[in-house]
């Protein structure tokens, strides 16, 4: 599955997306974020506060506790503000 990652996440990792492939054993959206920061100092800094961190698969916003099931691509962002 592509990660792909957008404003400060991306700044602090340094990279805008990435291919992944957890194992079995990551089957939430919340598993997924704790994966990545254990595999990944860089990671484990950029989301330090996975609670601010929003996440969508295939384009639909979910909330940590969604499983990953079959989503091709799964986005990670922090809250935005409008203006």
């Known amino acids: ?3 792909r990652y957008f404003a400060w996440l991306r700044e602090r990792l340094n990279r805008s997306e990435e291919d992944v492939s957890p194992p079995p054993e990551v089957v939430t ?5 704790q994966w990545l920061r254990d595999r990944d100092e860089a990671a484990d800094l ?4 996975p609670n601010l961190i929003k996440a ?4 639909e ?6 499983p990953i099931g079959g989503a091709k ?6 809250p935005m503000t409008g203006g």
């Open 1 to 3: 599955m592509k990660i």
């Open 29 to 33: 959206v919340g598993d997924l974020i």
């Open 46 to 49: 950029a989301m330090q506060k």
């Open 56 to 59: 969508a698969l295939d384009t």
């Open 61 to 66: 916003i979910v909330p940590h506790s969604t």
């Open 73 to 78: 691509v799964i986005a990670l962002f922090p």
